[in-house]
């Protein structure tokens, strides 16, 4: 993957130092470099360049306010002699900060985070792992098939595991290790509340005093996997952190 990179800096020593990286750089391609943010404006809005290494402080328009008039265009490396400017630059998204001076690793660390950070927006559908839809469980000398969706929740007993399934009036019983099957489970999709219970998140409909209630059954939450749980509701939740 080859990034198409600009320079932004008011400073003719910085430039052409960054100008110098991006040449050692393979997978860097400089496509040009401003003194001044307003004269890049023009440029970076034609859409095609990846990233650009900013300097904040410049006279007309600083690296922040640039950055925010451009949007989502492309990704920003920040590069500035001023310690202070760190919290601002990930407030608008920078991928990375860079304190002057500094050296070609330093430089080279931070472009290769910008192009793990395309790779990954590139991948296609398709070449994304996805996540699976059922597992095979070993029981009574068979090997059953369950899907993913109808688990309400799992319970471990020492060396086995019951598997309670939708529409199932019995468990599904197998010899492994609670620890073994949550390997296996999407974490997307269950999250450990205690250490002998897994739950699956989009079936738990009511929670009260620190237990999860399916039917007659409460499963309890223990501390030590509180927070777990708690993190997975807060991303659910639509009336702030619980």
Known sequence: MILKCCIIDDEPLAIELLENYVKRTPFLQL???FNSAVQAVERVSRGDI???FLDIQMPEVNGLE???????????????AFEQYAVDSYRVNALD?????????DFLQACEKARQWFELKNQSPAAQPSMPQSIFVKSEYKLIQIDLDKILYI????DYVKIYVEDEAHPVLS??????LEEQLPEQKFVRVHRSFIVQ???IKVIERNRIVFGKTYIP?????KDQLVEQLNRRSIIGKL
């Open 31 to 33: 496509e040009a470099s």
């Open 50 to 52: 990846d990233l650009i």
């Open 66 to 80: 640039f950055s925010r008039i451009i949007g989502e265009r492309c990704r920003i490396i920040f590069t500035t």
């Open 97 to 105: 900060y860079l304190l002057k001076p500094f050296s070609y690793s």
């Open 155 to 158: 319970e471990g007993l020492k």
């Open 175 to 180: 010899l492994m290790s609670l620890k073994s």
């Open 201 to 203: 998140m989009d079936k």
């Open 221 to 225: 939450i223990s501390d030590s996997y």
